[in-house]
């Protein structure tokens, strides 16, 4: 963010606990000391004012960054990225951009219960106008997150909150690395089956691969990490080079981006399906309190594994 | 109650079992010893019949479908229960969110050649292009599913690992078959008999040191006998055939030299005290060994009267796995397709196999006089771990005595 509101002071932060308090997580730290008061913008606690406030100032020609301190608090703030972000372009018959980074938080947090530990990707997923990004790696969500900034479309751009722990490098200031919206990433090749995924469960897939491929199951790893627009050729391609599918995901399983992903491999791939294409998610229940019930909820390895097993016929 | 029934296991030996034919129908009631379903398993056609009165509620598996025992094949209850709790664990296995209606699975029409073949669309893109009839290939997924496994299986497409970017594949495929045009193998499905003879005889050629031993016997006196017994038979209508002698020579023979009466276990030989004889017998599709039991103490006419009796049940596939195993050495006979001669694999655990020829006309010089011998060539194949060169010999020569002077078989 720094590097973007360095690149263009049209660039600026706002949200709750952002300034002072160097944010929620700490992902606005130090910025309000560089860059002032002026564009970082401690908010109160109000997301549908706030993000109706971003949405206004894009629409005249900044480029405001809004955090939530998670994307359980955007609901509050629905019809404002809903009717006003997503529309206006195409209602003002291009009079009108609104380029608004809308950005926090996603996925169950560890024992938040039902209210907090929302998937909200099939929310805007929904939603013609937004664009949808989940990067599951620093260097991703640097690349993605320099894209969403300079994109003239508001982006609802999903961190998961337990990989803000999550280390690895990143390119320098000065590579200025871009990541384009619409483009997977192929983490890892195999040939037995091709795993889909994206945000959160992507960790747990890379270390689930080491340990099939052992037990001589080798997967193809995809990181989906642009989620609207889709990256359906490389999905694919590498479904028709496997014959099989699974598509793993943190949000519920009633629609959303999974399902997305398993209507175009039956569609594009039809021909290459040595199986039904399956999908392992998070239970069909609002998220439990309870450590031992809320572990049971969210999709874990043995649920992938189950699924795994399924379609390469071997139970 | 109503409850999932397995494959029963209708042999010792059984490690799957084919659903050739359902003889009830869902909604039927079963009465005690009836016919529920006919299963083809590695040795013959079995019955599978009831011991218990209740009522075929579901058919779980089609007709053709081949599985494992103790795989859930039918529900059986009373009459109008509800199973759709027992349905759902057996038949939504495979789906991990709701399940589809499941009747559908189960309620799949029976294979048909003309009805349609559950397979997926990867096989069926592949058979498209290869040209293979599904009809002939055995599917292992869920109902029998052909999936690409069973495709691999039959060599008709490269193994998963050598998968390339199929979209380039996919255009050299049509190229080939464009540019060539030349009609691919078809494949014939194996089997359940082809399946265990191949795994039988790659087991014998590769545990048993085989050797074999040659020799030709005259055969003018035990051909002369057979025609006076059968003239005395013509009567009653029935007939002795040479085979039907040569049963009865190997069983003299081995009573005469015991030691290749005998099969090699880990820890002994294990000499045998009957003397059981496995008879080889051609079918459309494979062979079997249906055994006559101590041959050694039956007459002739009672071994033609059960060779043709096994060869009859053998051929309509209903010989009972009984009938066929516990043999203690094998004859094997070609001489009537013209083969002069021909070695054997031995049939394990047996200790040998005799392999016959088909009759000759030699010339022979006896008492300074050149005249026409009839003559067949006998090959024993002997496992060199129970049976040395010099036994094989003695019995090739009680064999020979045996045959050149029939007689003795009277004693």
Known sequence: ?315 | MAQVVGLPRLSPTMEEGTLTRWAKREGDDIAVDDLIAEVETDKATMEWRAFDRTVLLKILVAEGATVAPDTPVAIFGGRGEDISSLLSPVQSADSTREAPPPAKKAEQPAQQPTGRVPASPSVRRLARERGVDLHAVQGSGPGGRIVQRDMERLALQPSGTENAPLAGARADRSEVSASTARPAPVAVPLSSMRRTIARRLVESKQNVPHFYLSADVRVDALLSTRQELNALLAEKNEKISLNDMLIRVCASALRRVPSVNASFTDDAILQHQVIDISVAVALPDGLVTPVVRDADKKGLLEIAREVRELAAQARQKKLKPEQMSGGTFSISNLGMYGVDEFAAVINPPEGAIVAVGAVREVPALRDNELRTERCLRLTLSCDHRVVDGAAGAEWLAAARQLIESPLQLML
């Open chain 1, 1 to 315: 963010m720094s590097e973007e509101m360095e690149r263009d002071d049209r660039v600026f932060v706002i949200g709750e606990e952002v300034g002072y308090y160097q944010g929620a997580y700490k992902v606005t730290q130090g910025l309000l000391e560089r860059f002032g008061e002026r564009r970082v913008v401690d908010a109160p606690i109000a997301e549908a004012g706030f993000a109706g406030l971003a949405v206004g100032a894009a629409m005249v020609g900044l480029r405001p960054i809004v955090e939530f301190m998670t994307w359980n608090f955007s609901l509050v703030a629905f019809d404002q990225i809903v009717n006003n972000a997503a529309k206006m372009h195409q209602m003002s018959a291009g009079q009108l951009r609104v380029p608004v980074v809308f950005r926090g938080p996603n996925a169950s947090a560890r024992q938040v219960a039902a209210q907090h530990s929302h998937a909200v990707e099939p929310f805007y997923c929904n939603v013609p106008g937004l664009r949808v990004v989940y990067p599951s790696t620093p260097r991703d969500a640097k690349g993605l997150l320099k894209t969403a900034i300079r994109d003239d479309s508001p982006v609802v751009f999903l961190e998961g909150e337990t990989l803000y722990g999550l280390q690895g490098d990143v390119p320098e200031p000065e590579a200025d690395e871009l990541i384009p919206f619409g483009s997977a990433k192929l983490v890892r090749e195999g040939h037995h089956v091709t795993v889909v995924s994206f945000g959160r469960p992507m960790p747990m897939l890379t270390k689930l691969a080491d340990e099939l491929e052992r037990e001589g199951i080798s997967l193809e790893l995809i990181d989906a990490r642009s989620l609207r627009p889709l990256d359906t050729a490389t999905i694919v391609a590498s479904v028709k080079k496997t014959n099989r599918c699974v598509v793993v995901h943190e949000h519920w399983p009633y629609g959303g981006p999974g399902a997305e992903i398993v209507d175009c491999v039956q569609r594009e791939a039809f021909d290459y399906l040595d199986a039904p294409i399956l999908r392992a998610s998070n239970l069909d229940v609002p998220m439990p309190y309870a450590l031992e019930l809320e572990n049971e909820v969210i999709v874990g390895p043995e649920r992938v594994r189950a699924a795994l097993r399924q379609v390469l016929y071997l139970d």
